[in-house]
């Protein structure tokens, strides 16, 4: 299995890594900076350099679902590369640092909607959620007003982990109603925003604090059914 070197730091940039497999999937890596493609965000893209100083595109990351293996999508050059080769794997760093932006930004638009989060994309330009509400009047303003000043005091975001059976005896924790928690492998992460704004478990990439997403904007607010309303955010620097 791939170890997931942005669990615990978020802010790497690259990483050696041996090719554990290489198929119409992608490539396996024995590590990787890379984050697949879940919980509504994005996965990573950026390059595999061979040591001969070439490089191989990776168009996105994603996991499999069928086996878990861990997917580096390529382009036909992959086709060079064998087992046992050692690479250096790149982020598009730009990218990636955006949607660590957006993703905390998410959390602090669950923060500021009370509701379920019924379904949800983070991109590296804008975002949106879907709350469960029904007849609920959102005014954009206010919202953004709330965000920017979560933003200015600058709180910090800690990990923090869980056992499977403290989550099981904790469903409160889990805000988002279409994407459950991943549970299985022993222990799931809790990220936690300042004292009391926001605690939920969450795979994602994020910020260290608060101040680093930047100046927010509320787009539209839509109504999507009965009992849905979206709600789009994006950076004003996008």
């Known amino acids: 299995m791939t170890e997931e070197l942005f669990r615990e730091d978020p802010y ?12 119409d999937a992608g490539v396996e890596l024995d590590q990787t900076v890379f984050y697949a493609m879940g919980g509504g965000q994005l996965g990573d893209t950026g390059v ?4 001969d100083g070439s490089e191989i595109q990776i168009t996105d990351t994603r996991k499999d679902p069928a086996t878990g293996r861990y997917c580096h999508q390529t382009n036909s050059e992959a086709a060079d590369l064998a087992v046992g080769d050692v690479v250096t794997a790149e982020l598009d760093w ?3 640092h955006r949607l660590m932006r957006m993703h905390t930004a998410c959390h602090l638009l669950c923060a500021t909607i009370e509701g379920g989060v019924t379904g949800g994309s983070v991109g590296p330009h804008k975002s949106r959620l879907d709350f469960d509400l029904e007849d609920t009047a959102l005014d954009k303003e206010v919202i953004g ?3 920017n000043r979560l933003v200015d005091e600058d709180h910090a975001l800690e990990i923090s982990w869980i056992t499977d059976e403290e989550m099981a005896v ?3 924790l889990v805000r988002t109603m279409s994407v459950k928690p991943p549970t299985g492998s022993g222990h799931v992460r809790i990220m936690k ?6 605690l939920q478990p969450c795979g994602g990439t994020h910020v260290k604090r608060t101040s680093e ?3 927010l904007e509320v787009g539209k607010i839509e109504n999507k059914g009965k009992h849905n309303r979206r709600v789009n955010i994006r950076l004003t620097d996008a």
């Open 12 to 23: 790497l940039k690259s990483c050696e890594a041996t090719v554990l497999s290489v198929d």
């Open 48 to 51: 595999l350099k061979k040591a």
């Open 94 to 96: 730009e990218r990636r």
């Open 145 to 147: 007003a709330m965000l």
């Open 170 to 172: 904790n469903q409160d």
């Open 193 to 198: 925003i300042g004292d009391n704004v926001d």
């Open 213 to 215: 997403i930047g100046r």
